[in-house]
């Protein structure tokens, strides 16, 4: 397949993705509101700048985008320029990886949610909240 935009058009659109503030992570400081749990911080300058952290607890969240981090029930692979998109999931895995094993021996409990997670039901994120002691 290939691409209709030029690279500058392509290199726009990709440009305007935000990386804060997304859908999926206000819904899931929305849900965390529902539940009484307001005593967060938002991109805290923790290691690996979690979505939301509570450092009351020590608790990090991260909403982690299903196209950027290759969601294994979302990800379709992409059709053009392979090599550089799975060059550039595998770091973002191992990002991700390495983020959480720093914050873990930091004594932080991490969670890390599917942004298709944050989608209707929210029963999936409740039972995680509860096992690392959120709520």
């Given at each position: 397949m290939v691409d209709k935009m030029t690279r500058a058009q392509r290199s726009y659109v990709m440009s305007r993705i935000r990386s804060t503030n997304t859908k999926p992570e206000i819904a899931?400081?929305?849900?965390?509101?529902?539940?009484?749990?307001?005593?967060?911080?938002l991109h805290s300058k923790v290691p690996g700048t979690p979505d939301v952290a509570i450092p009351s607890t020590k608790i990090a969240l991260f909403v982690d985008g299903c196209f950027w981090h290759g969601c294994r029930k979302c990800y379709r692979a992409h059709t053009s320029n392979k090599s550089f998109w799975s060059s550039?999931?595998?770091?973002?895995?191992?990002?991700?990886?390495k983020v959480t094993k720093l914050l873990?021996?930091?004594?932080?409990?991490?969670?890390?949610?599917?942004?298709?997670?944050?989608?209707g039901d929210l029963r999936d994120v409740d039972r995680k909240l509860l096992d690392i002691g959120a709520i």
């Open positions: 899931l400081r929305r849900h965390l509101r529902s539940l009484g749990i307001t005593n967060y911080r550039k999931l595998e770091r973002n895995r191992n990002r991700d990886r873990k021996t930091s004594g932080w409990t991490v969670a890390r949610f599917w942004e298709h997670q944050m989608n």
